[in-house]
C-alpha cells in the first residue's frame, strides 16, 4: 500500500513539474492567434524604425543616446511581462500588456525619427 503511495506521489510530482516545464516555453500565439499577429507585426516595424534611427546615430549622438535610453525602458518592461507570462492567471491580460508595449515603441520610434528629420531639416536651413 505504501508503495502505491510512493508511486502517486512520484507521478503527481512529475506531472506537476512537466506542466511547469511546459508553461515556461509559453508564447503569446498559445494565448491568443490575433495578437501575436499584432505582435509580430509591430515587431517587424520597431525593427525597421531602430534601423532607420541607427543611421542617423553619427549624426545626432547625443539624442540618439536618449531616444535608445527611452526604448531600452521598454523592451525591459516587455521582457518582464514575457517572463510574467506562463506565471500569471490572465494571460490575456499579459498579452494585452506585452502587444500595447510594441504599440508604444513603435510610436515613439516614430516620433524620434520625425524629431531627427526636423533637427536634420533645421540645421541644413541654417546653414546656409
Sequence with gaps: MSAAAAIVVVF?????????????????????SAYAKKEGHYAGLITEK??????????????YKKFTSDLRKLDED???LKAELPNTPNQLYVV?????????????????????????????????
Excluded at 510530482?13 to 508564447?27: H, I, K, P, S, T
Excluded at 531602430?50 to 539624442?63: E, G, K, Q, T, V
Design 96 to 128: 494585452k500588456a506585452m502587444v500595447k508595449n510594441r504599440e508604444i515603441q513603435l510610436q515613439l520610434l516614430k516620433q524620434q525619427l520625425m524629431i531627427i528629420n526636423q533637427v536634420d531639416d533645421y540645421k541644413r536651413v541654417n546653414q546656409i
Design 50 to 63: 531602430r534601423d532607420s534611427l541607427a543611421i542617423f546615430a553619427s549624426a545626432n549622438p547625443d539624442l
Design 12 to 32: 503527481g510530482l512529475v506531472w506537476l513539474y512537466a506542466g511547469r516545464m511546459q508553461n515556461r516555453d509559453l508564447e503569446i500565439a498559445d494565448v491568443n
Design 78 to 80: 516587455y521582457e518582464r
